[in-house]
């Protein structure tokens, strides 16, 4: 399958107030987390994703076409669970995913069919008749991760699907996104503040930040071939030892304690710790790859 969103110089004005200057990324199938603080534009990402509203300037596709003059092409497409939970109170959950999907385009009878699919898959198959009003605010969660993908749909857009559960339901929650994405073929845009839970179970990132792109690609891309070296040292007068001799030799490096990360950009930095180490002659505890995490990631660009 070709990218399913490209954004290119993308920018959203409402008057004065500018929501994203200039966003730039390619989303390929799989799971993609949109990451940002709250209030870095990615609800507005999202909503031009849909098709709810235009961008000011750049171009953004999605599924080929431009959500905003061809929506129509891809609604069908598309299922979407938006982050505030309000939800008509005394509408049974099966209603409610029932009507979405028909709003999707699906007959009545395979639509009726579709809900009670979703809703089993989500853990929710004894409480779909159940009034969404009287529904904990996870199973609210699950209520529109159903009504998103009961209509069997390309990608769906997830806006915080894990606001407001506690640790074991947001890890349920997750393994549900996975199973989604794995098991049934539906490409996911996970929007999150929260990185742990985007490196958990995405495949690739995009980083939103002061209304431009920091970082996007794939997660491995992103966090790098693991070309830093971390020396753990029996004490720190080794590592004080190893710091000398990276010094002098002119070695990017970085002294942490017991540890010294020696700094590259391919193997040669894995030799180099290796022979100062041996010139040294100190003891070693650990020589290691260092591999980024999507937080340095974050860190790195948005300083």
Same mark, same amino acid.
């Given at each position: 399958?070709?990218?399913?969103?490209?954004?290119?110089?993308?920018?959203?004005?409402?008057?004065?107030?500018?929501?994203?200057?200039?966003?730039?990324?390619?989303?390929?199938?799989? &799971?993609?987390?949109?990451?940002?603080?709250?209030?870095?534009?990615? *609800? *507005?990402?999202?909503?031009?994703?849909?098709?709810?509203? /235009?961008?000011?300037?750049?171009?953004?596709?999605?599924?080929?076409?431009?959500?905003?003059?061809?929506?129509?092409?891809?609604?069908?497409?598309?299922?979407?669970?938006?982050?505030?939970?309000?939800?008509?109170?005394?509408?049974?959950?099966?209603?409610?995913?029932?009507?979405?999907?028909?709003?999707?385009?699906?007959?009545?009878?395979?639509?009726?069919?579709?809900?009670?699919?979703?809703?089993?898959?989500?853990?929710? @198959?004894?409480?779909?008749?159940? /009034?969404?009003?009287?529904?904990?605010?996870?199973? =609210?969660?699950?209520?529109?991760? @159903?009504?998103?993908?009961?209509? #069997?749909?390309?990608?769906?857009?997830?806006?915080? /699907?894990?606001?407001?559960?506690?640790?074991?339901? =947001? #890890?349920?929650?997750?393994?549900? &996104? %996975?199973?989604?994405?794995?098991?049934?073929?539906?490409?996911? $845009?996970?929007?999150?503040?929260?990185?742990?839970?985007?490196?958990?179970?995405?495949?690739?990132?995009?980083?939103?930040?002061?209304?431009?792109?920091?970082?996007?690609?794939?997660?491995?891309?992103?966090?790098?071939?693991?070309?830093?070296?971390? $020396? #753990?040292?029996?004490? *720190?007068?080794?590592?004080?030892?190893?710091?000398?001799?990276?010094?002098?030799?002119? $070695?990017?490096?970085?002294?942490?304690?017991?540890?010294?990360?020696?700094?590259?950009?391919?193997?040669?930095?894995?030799?180099?710790?290796?022979?100062?180490?041996?010139?040294?002659?100190?003891? &070693?505890?650990?020589?290691?790859?260092? %591999?980024?995490?999507?937080?340095?990631?974050?860190?790195?660009?948005?300083?």
């Amino acid at each position: 399958m070709d990218s399913l969103v490209t954004a290119d110089a993308v920018a959203k004005r409402y008057g004065s107030f500018t929501a994203l200057s200039s966003v730039d990324f390619t989303i390929d199938p799989g &799971i993609t987390g949109l990451l940002g603080a709250n209030g870095t534009g990615k *609800t *507005t990402l999202l909503g031009m994703m849909l098709g709810l509203h /235009p961008v000011t300037a750049g171009t953004l596709t999605v599924l080929g076409v431009n959500p905003y003059t061809q929506g129509h092409l891809i609604r069908a497409r598309m299922g979407y669970s938006p982050e505030h939970h309000t939800l008509p109170g005394d509408v049974k959950a099966a209603d409610f995913v029932h009507h979405v999907a028909e709003l999707h385009g699906l007959p009545p009878r395979e639509a009726k069919t579709r809900a009670s699919d979703a809703l089993w898959l989500v853990g929710l @198959a004894e409480e779909r008749f159940r /009034p969404m009003g009287t529904m904990s605010t996870g199973q =609210r969660q699950r209520v529109k991760l @159903a009504q998103a993908i009961a209509h #069997d749909p390309a990608v769906v857009l997830l806006d915080e /699907p894990t606001d407001g559960l506690d640790p074991e339901q =947001r #890890d349920e929650m997750l393994r549900l &996104i %996975r199973t989604v994405a794995t098991s049934f073929g539906i490409s996911v $845009i996970l929007s999150s503040h929260l990185l742990d839970e985007v490196e958990r179970i995405c495949d690739a990132a995009v980083i939103i930040g002061e209304g431009r792109t920091l970082a996007a690609g794939s997660l491995d891309a992103l966090r790098g071939s693991g070309a830093d070296v971390v $020396i #753990d040292l029996e004490s *720190t007068e080794d590592a004080a030892t190893v710091v000398g001799l990276l010094s002098q030799r002119g $070695i990017p490096h970085l002294p942490d304690g017991r540890s010294v990360v020696v700094q590259g950009q391919d193997d040669s930095a894995f030799d180099a710790a290796r022979d100062v180490c041996a010139e040294a002659g100190v003891s &070693i505890r650990r020589l290691s790859r260092r %591999r980024l995490s999507l937080e340095d990631v974050f860190l790195e660009r948005a300083s």
